[in-house]
């Protein structure tokens, strides 16, 4: 991270919340608070057991919102998530009963667990905002925000989301697991109470909604918007790069990098913002051709020898 600095004195209480809870991913909070400040989502993926859930109801607990969970396996059906229409004989007529995807905060746990056609029923939702049930169309409520989580691949029952669907999601992280240090405190924390249980509300959904458009204000001068276009047109030329980034990519990119800026006190985006998200908002968008697969090379590296060989733009006061 470039900065410590927190714009909005909300903004901070959330990280302070989420720091309480989550000991030692001080990164993931702030990463995870980009991507819902940016009006985007995020996939996390790692092993069970490292906090990927209490992180989202953590994040749903500080910013008074509705928090839901959809816990996806392979005989999970659409209507599971966007819910289904139910006759009610008393008013001879069909009514609506909606889905967990109606929540603010979504946790769809373990999304690489389910069927294509139940992933593409949570993916209509968050490029849409909306999802069709019987042929009518739901509009989903203000914030929305979708934390995904999936095991490794290597994990038995799991299989690879489409690259589609990859794509839908500003950013990709993995938490890890614990230092010893890290641990030693979880457990001294967790031997009474579970800290989330002090977990209060810090901030309004309408405070979030305002921050959000704040975010959008946040200024980018023009060469920071060539950096963002160099670096993805690079993985478009590289050589063990099969597909590169669509311009979905690019637009996350600066969409990261503003809600960046904007935790870090600033109203403009700095190049260093850019080089710092990269990693995170491109690697999962990225397809490795079969050679470089072969040889082991990783999305991650390829990314970190793109970064590496994109001049970045020569720092002044962007503003």
Do not use: W
């Amino acid at each position: 991270m470039q900065d410590t600095l927190v714009y909005n004195k909300n903004v901070e209480k959330v990280l302070e919340n989420i720091n309480k809870v989550m000991i030692g991913k001080e990164d993931v909070a702030t990463l995870s608070l980009v991507a819902l400040l940016a009006q985007g989502h995020v996939l996390l993926e790692d092993v069970p057991g490292v906090g990927k859930t209490m992180l989202v109801r953590t994040l749903a607990k500080s910013l008074d919102c509705d928090f839901t969970r959809i816990q996806f396996t392979p005989d999970l059906l659409p209507s599971d998530v966007t819910g289904v229409s139910i006759y009610n004989p008393k008013e001879l007529e069909f009514e609506f009963r909606g889905g967990p995807i109606l929540g603010n905060i979504v946790l769809a746990d373990e999304i690489n667990r389910t069927s294509p056609k139940t992933q593409s029923s949570l993916l209509e939702g968050m490029e849409e905002k909306s999802v069709t049930v019987d042929g009518k169309t739901i509009p989903l409520k203000k914030p929305f925000f979708v934390m995904a989580t999936q095991n490794p691949i290597e994990y038995e029952g799991t299989y690879p989301l489409p690259e589609a669907q990859l794509d839908r999601f500003i950013l990709k992280l993995k938490m890890g697991y614990p230092s010893l240090e890290d641990e030693l405190e979880m457990l001294e924390r967790t031997s009474r109470n579970h800290p989330i249980e002090q977990v209060e509300s810090v901030m309004t959904k309408e405070d979030l909604l305002k921050i959000q458009e704040e975010v959008n204000q946040v200024y980018m001068d023009k060469n920071v918007q060539r950096y963002i276009i160099n670096l993805v047109t690079a993985t478009r030329n590289h050589a063990t790069i099969y597909l590169g980034v669509s311009p979905r990519g690019s637009i996350a990119l600066m969409k990261a990098a503003k809600a960046y800026a904007y935790i870090c006190a600033r109203d403009y985006v700095l190049p260093d913002d850019v080089k710092y998200l990269a990693p995170y908002v491109l690697s999962h968008r990225l397809i490795l051709t079969s050679e470089a697969k072969y040889e082991g090379v990783s999305q991650e590296q390829v990314i970190a020898n793109v970064i590496g060989n994109t001049s970045i733009p020569i720092r002044k006061e962007f503003h």
